[in-house]
């Protein structure tokens, strides 16, 4: 009897020590993103763009396999970000942009120079989107004939087939790149089809439109709260380095630059931090349902905004009527 209590006491302490070192081995997993460089200055566009020329594309290397490009405020107003990183067996492009010529915009050019293998035996590569505004995907077709290339298409269907979703948007799918797994969190809110992209390398979040230093435009307000619990929920024993979204909108002291604008002299920062997803969250909670600035980001619903401008229009109308109505019977009055 003795001898049975001894050796389930030593399955015990050895089942405790094995499940100390998984639980170590996978805190040592989730602990040491490896590290990148932020040192860039982005193009800040120009006041006359005719008169200043600009470079279309902006590549900057934030670790050997992870490349940063922000298309030219010059090119389009919308200075987006896209987002490259490579794994062993296939690359991964986030969006492709608002520019569609290739002799305005060589982002195929330039993507393909900055894969690895020759010529004809590059990395094959998945091109995504965060979602299907057209500012995200008019760079496709520079990829479509290319070999070795695959597009996801944009609308909500080929996404959930493609990547699996079984229950949309309340799961989380895994993109495998070759020693590199990026997750994919739907987050509807801005638009039904967006999607967050979590890289395991660097401990990055890509967030898109979802999350960025300036304007969140909402088209949905209770689906955009879940998708901030949802990505909360997912990356809550996770390294989050960064947050990157797709545009900077904001100036160093927050304030917006006028919409259409090529021209972003001082810009906030590109990354945004844990803290910034907890403030999103509690900020979409709190929402008024209109417009909210905080400290990083602006909360506004265009529709709501654009209703509140009309009924205010309609009453204004309204109130001149009457009073010009009530001018006239005066006028009457006095002349009778």
């Not at 405790?16 to 081995?25: D, E, K, M, P, V």
């Amino acid at each position: 009897m003795k001898k049975i209590v001894g050796l389930a006491c030593l399955c015990l302490i050895a089942l405790g020590l094995f499940c100390g070192n998984a639980r170590t081995i996978a805190t040592q997993a989730w602990s040491q993103p490896v590290p990148g460089s932020r040192d860039v200055r982005w193009n800040e566009g120009a006041p006359d763009c005719a008169a200043s020329r600009q470079d279309p594309l902006q590549v900057h290397a934030y670790e050997p396999q992870t490349f940063i490009l922000r298309q030219s405020l010059c090119a389009s107003f919308e200075g987006n970000f896209l987002y490259l990183l490579i794994g062993s067996d296939k690359a991964l492009l986030i969006d492709t942009g608002d520019v569609a010529d290739p002799k305005q915009m060589p982002l195929a050019k330039t993507v393909l120079g900055l894969l690895p293998g020759e010529e004809h035996t590059k990395l094959p590569l998945l091109v995504v989107h965060t979602h299907s505004h057209r500012d995200h995907r008019l760079g496709d077709p520079q990829f479509e004939s290319l070999p070795s290339v695959q597009i996801v298409p944009a609308d909500l269907e080929s996404i959930r087939a493609f990547f699996g979703f079984t229950k949309w948007p309340n799961s989380v799918a895994h993109l495998d790149l070759g020693g590199r797994t990026v997750d994919v969190i739907p987050t509807p809110g801005h638009h039904p089809t967006h999607l967050a992209f979590y890289d395991d390398r660097t401990g990055i979040l890509f967030s898109g439109d979802f999350l960025l230093p300036g304007r969140l435009v909402i088209d949905d307000a209770a689906a955009y709260h879940g998708s901030a619990v949802r990505v909360i929920d997912v990356l809550k024993t996770r390294p989050l380095t960064h947050i990157l979204g797709g545009h900077i909108e904001l100036d160093a002291a927050g304030h917006a630059y006028r919409m259409g604008s090529h021209y972003h002299p001082t810009e906030h920062s590109l990354e945004l931090s844990k803290e910034d997803l907890l403030a999103l969250s509690a900020a979409l909670e709190g929402f008024n349902g209109f417009y909210a600035q905080h400290a990083n980001f602006i909360l506004s619903d265009p529709i709501h905004n654009l209703l509140a401008l009309a009924i205010t229009a309609v009453a204004v109308l309204i109130l001149l009527v009457w009073g010009l109505r009530r001018l006239l019977r005066r006028r009457r009055r006095t002349t009778g």
